[in-house]
């Protein structure tokens, strides 16, 4: 059985030109949120509530209880590990966005591959984030990254 010196972290990171409030409230509202991640939530973050995420065309759904929430700087989740959202302004209108998700449980060869699945899947999130917010534009990559693993209508 392989251990691990240190526990792996999953992490993506995006610069979205767009103002730190407006990429903060991208994370808070599902309405907004809904426009390039999961297809509904059941409500706005808010620390120490616990919401759920569905994405309907796999059929998942995810119950996420928010820990804490520091406006247009920090948002941290259990999501079953712990993901941390922070949230830099570099700009008037430009904000760097890194998130880090950590808590990974089983085996070690589990444990970097949950890392490694976590880092790929939150970068779709903020290629997505950045399509919405800077052109509008829904890209679907959620919905496109496994058609396969759709569930039937």
Known sequence: MATLRHAPVGK??????????????????????????????????EAGKRVQWDWEM??????????????????VIDFGTFVEFNFAPQSETETFVTITDSGFQGEADEVVKM????????????????????????LNLVLDKAPYAHIER
């Open 58 to 75: 796999y059929g998942a759904s995810a119950s996420v209880e928010v820990i804490e929430l520091e406006p247009n700087k920090r948002i």
């Open 115 to 138: 890392a490694i699945d976590s880092t790929e899947g939150f970068t779709i999130v903020l290629c997505g984030l950045k399509a919405w917010l800077e052109h509008n534009i829904r």
């Open 12 to 45: 993506a990171e995006m610069l979205i030109r767009r103002p730190v409030s407006e990429v903060y409230e991208a994370f808070i509202d599902p309405a907004i949120t809904s426009k390039f991640w999961f297809t509904k939530g059941s409500g706005r973050l």
